[in-house]
T-cell receptor
């Protein structure tokens, strides 16, 4: 079945450091891929998405490119801020499913220190 | 309302009791999803409604779990004979349709079964 695997956390970085959070997936067909973020005390929010191979999703300085050849959707940011501290979830929505249900990875906690 | 709301925010119950969790989706959203998030894990899909009907309930763990959406808006997740293993955060999300628009998540209901 479809699944998502993320790098384990926590990831601890200093402010202005470069961020990469790895995400790989297993799916039949051509899923849509997402990154969701959960800030402390808040609900899940969509950060960015990509719906087909080679698409790049971007938002708030974060980027991720849909790589079908490596089944990956790694999240990157060139210069993190303390306010980026949160839990990040990679997710997919399978193309063979006419429901839009999301399958999530286990989440990666990011801590950014000033 | 501006977003998805869920009530109660916290529910503590005893093993064997019955609980109901409520979700108010964004007005006009026809697709509604329930997910369950255990500590340190990503959300897991439970059930999807398109309008009033449960189009996909493949994620419900067993027949103690049931959900309804009688008028195509508010949904209630019902858990009978609760067990300690049911303790988790139950998340509701809605979107315009299953294929259009991002899923907007509510703040969740934290269920604790003693």
């Amino acid at each position: 079945g479809n699944s998502v695997t993320q790098m384990e956390g926590p990831v601890t970085l200093s402010e202005e450091a470069f961020l990469t959070i790895n995400c790989t997936y297993t799916a039949t067909g051509y899923p849509s891929l997402f990154w969701y973020v959960q800030y402390p005390g808040e609900g899940l929010q969509l950060l960015l998405k990509a719906t087909k191979a080679d698409d790049k999703g971007s938002n708030k300085g974060f980027e991720a490119t849909y790589r079908k050849e490596t089944t990956s959707f790694h999240l990157e940011k060139g210069s993190v801020q303390v306010s980026d501290s949160a839990v990040y979830f990679c997710a997919l929505s399978g193309s063979s499913s006419n429901t839009g249900k999301l399958i999530f990875g286990q989440g990666t906690t990011l801590q950014v220190k000033p | 309302g501006a977003g998805v709301s869920q009530t109660p925010s916290n529910k503590v119950t005893e093993k064997g009791k019955y609980v109901e969790l409520r979700c108010d989706p964004i007005s006009g959203h026809t697709a509604l999803y329930w997910y369950r998030q255990s500590l340190g894990q990503g959300p897991e899909f439970l059930i999807y409604f398109q309008g009033t009907g449960a189009a996909d309930d493949s994620g419900l763990p067993n027949d103690r779990f049931f959900a309804v959406r009688p008028e195509g808006s508010v949904s209630t997740l019902k858990i009978q004979r609760t067990e300690r293993g049911d303790s988790a955060v139950y998340l509701c999300a809605s979107s315009l349709t299953w294929s259009e628009g991002e899923q907007f998540f509510g703040p969740g209901t934290r269920l604790t079964v003693l």
